[in-house]
């Protein structure tokens, strides 16, 4: 399977805890982002990654989000001390190498449960 | 005003209904949108890409009104398997090449009967 991958694809966690998730995009896109998707809403935006570069935040990623990409291949995406609010669907996308930039694909979601 | 917005939904049609989404979109310097489809927890996929006035595969066609900040979905002859969840996309970057982060709609809801 080459396309994006994420793993894990459920993790259930108590409030407080922290949680890492990883995703490895597509071989040949040098630009990964992360959304974040809650029941009824379209995914919004994260962060995003150029090669090894973080070029964007968003004011949704509060201090408790942190995510890398040391080699501008796989990221990334913890989150410290849980609340019930981050409770969601975490999709990891890439673009770029022969498609147009602007063409995301996604890979299958990680989906938090905070309890 | 939201960046994107789409008819809240859903939708509920019968097999070969020929159904329309409306989706706006506030920023007028916007060059390319998409439509994605997103299935029942799955990942959205890409449906269609819309750059100039329109765009038409098999039984979707995308319409743009630049004037209007406008674009609609239309979706002929529906099937049971086009029920899903529509999202209307305004990436935020110049199109083609610097590749931003995408702006979506809450989607539309698609429930086609038998």
């Known amino acids: 399977d080459t396309g994006v991958s994420q793993d894990p694809r459920h993790k259930i966690t108590k409030r407080g805890q922290n949680v890492t998730f990883r995703c490895d995009p597509i071989?040949?896109?040098?630009?990964l982002y992360w959304y974040r998707q809650t029941l009824g809403q379209g995914p919004e935006f994260l962060t995003y990654f150029q090669n090894e570069a973080q070029l964007e935040k968003s004011r949704l990623l509060s201090d408790r989000f942190s995510a890398e990409r040391p080699k501008g291949s796989f990221s990334t995406l913890e989150i410290q001390r849980t609340e019930q609010g981050d409770s969601a669907m975490y999709l990891c996308?890439?673009?770029?190498?022969?498609?147009?930039?602007?063409?995301?694909?996604f890979g299958p979601g990680t989906r938090l449960t905070v309890l | 005003r939201k960046e994107v917005e789409q008819d809240p939904g859903p939708f509920n049609v019968p097999e070969g209904a020929t159904v329309a989404f409306n989706c706006t979109y506030s920023n007028s310097a916007s060059q390319s949108f998409f439509w994605y489809r997103q299935d029942c927890r799955k990942e959205p996929k890409l449906l269609m890409s819309v750059y100039s006035s329109g765009n038409e595969d098999g039984r979707f066609t995308a319409q743009l009104n630049r004037a209007s900040q406008y674009i609609s979905l239309l979706i002929r002859d529906s099937k049971l398997s086009d029920s899903a969840t529509y999202l209307c996309?305004?990436?935020?970057?110049?199109?083609?090449?610097?590749?931003?982060?995408?702006?979506f709609g809450q989607g539309t809801e698609l429930s086609v009967k038998p």
């Open positions: 996309v305004v990436p935020l970057g110049p199109i083609y090449n610097q590749g931003g982060k995408l702006i």
């Open positions: 996308a890439s673009s770029g190498g022969r498609s147009s930039y602007n063409e995301q694909f």
């Open positions: 071989s040949e896109h040098n630009r």
